[in-house]
């Protein structure tokens, strides 16, 4: 029996801070003054965060194919049915939760049943539903990836990777401004694919990490210090910056690597002082993910009616309120959800024993 890879969902986690970070940075990216300290500082934090959307197409499809990549017998309806419980029917219910937000508290759209299934449809309601909209895509093509994967040729893995770079760097510098080009999957192939050669051959994937960490971590810090000073020079207008897919796909992968080898020494670290705070945070990332907008939105709104103004003083207050109030919350369900599951199945193994007993006393 293969071993739970919890060093995979704490780096989920992590993921998600950096995704809560990229939305908390976004009103000082757009409102500072261009060439500013903080201007500049906001932007550079915002593009060392980018690699977050990408890591979790890499880490979807690692535990995937880790758990699905030997089965014999795969059922499409069956995985089909336990992505919609665990991914897009939780979507659905923040999306409703959004709207009636939205509609009633913050008056900021009128209430119309077309509107609000265009929403669900598209993921435009909120800025990170669109990840649901592209990783379903990945999930609907689920026999397409096992077929790949069942090809054993080495040839054809490194054909399938080269094919696979190719096309997502395509499609990222011919739609460079289109905003839906970051709900469509040929834009994030290469991780997927990626991950699903780490998935298949995860422990000499992880070994393989460990071993060049340092190559990795070098090749991160030159590609993050070139990647943030061409997008601030193209975001100040000075230069034309046409080969940013190039470099933000290096600079993703560097990233992957060189957090998922942090998490994994981090996993080792916790499990020594035992898993249920381990299992917490693992399982509290998607909620997190699915929730921080709301309460940033909800705050801002608070915040200007407050009239804090100041864009440094309404960050500050943001950051300490969404991720306190959006980790302690979602730890906190998944924590309830873990130990009713954990009470549940000892009553279940209570009874099974019981009736055990009084068959053979029958």
């Known amino acids: 029996m293969k071993r739970k890879i919890t060093e995979m969902s704490v780096f989920e986690f992590f993921l998600c801070m950096f995704v809560i970070l990229i939305h908390l940075l976004s009103e000082g990216v757009d409102a500072l003054p261009k060439w500013s300290f903080w201007s500049v500082l906001f932007a550079s934090l915002t593009r060392l965060a ?43 219910l923040a999306t409703l939760i959004y709207y009636a937000v939205f509609v009633w508290m913050l008056g900021i759209y009128r209430f119309d049943l077309g509107d609000l299934l265009g929403f669900l449809i598209s993921g435009n309601l909120s800025a990170q539903f669109y990840f649901v909209i592209l990783i379903t895509q990945f999930y609907l093509l689920m026999p397409i990836w096992l077929a790949f994967s069942h090809n054993k040729s080495k040839v054809f893995a490194a054909t399938l990777l080269l094919a696979s770079l190719l ?24 991780f997927w694919v990626t991950g699903i050669y780490a998935g298949l051959h995860y422990e000499e994937f992880s070994e393989q990490i460990s071993k060049h960490k340092p190559l990795i971590y070098i090749g991160w ?34 990233s ?10 981090l996993t080792i670290s916790l499990e020594r002082r035992g898993k249920g705070l381990l299992t917490s945070i693992s399982q509290a990332s998607y909620d997190i993910y699915l929730i921080h907008c709301l309460i940033i939105i909800v705050l801002y709104r608070i915040l200007a009616e407050m009239e804090i103004d100041h864009i440094l003083a309404r960050f ?32 279940s193994a209570t009874r099974a024993r019981k009736m055990a007993r009084r068959k053979r006393y029958l």
């Open 316 to 347: 500050g207050i943001a950051f300490v309120v969404t991720y306190g109030l959006s980790i302690i919350f979602c730890v906190l369900k998944a924590t309830l959800f873990t130990n009713l599951k954990a009470k549940r199945l000892r009553a």
């Open 221 to 254: 810090l030159c590609l993050a210090v070139a990647h943030c000073i061409l997008s601030y020079m193209q975001f100040g207008g000075l230069i034309a910056y046409r080969f940013a897919p190039m470099i933000v796909v290096l600079f993703c992968f560097f």
């Open 256 to 265: 992957i690597f060189g957090f998922y080898s942090y998490a994994k020494e």
């Open 167 to 190: 096309i997502t760097i395509f499609f990222r510098m011919s739609f460079p401004h289109t905003a839906s080009i970051a709900k469509i999957f040929p834009s994030y192939l290469i």
């Open 50 to 92: 980018t690699f977050a959307v990408p890591g979790f197409v890499f880490t979807s499809a690692v535990k995937l194919f880790y758990k699905y990549g030997d089965t014999p017998q795969f059922s499409y309806h069956k995985f089909l049915w336990g992505r919609c419980r665990k991914i897009v029917f939780p979507y659905i």
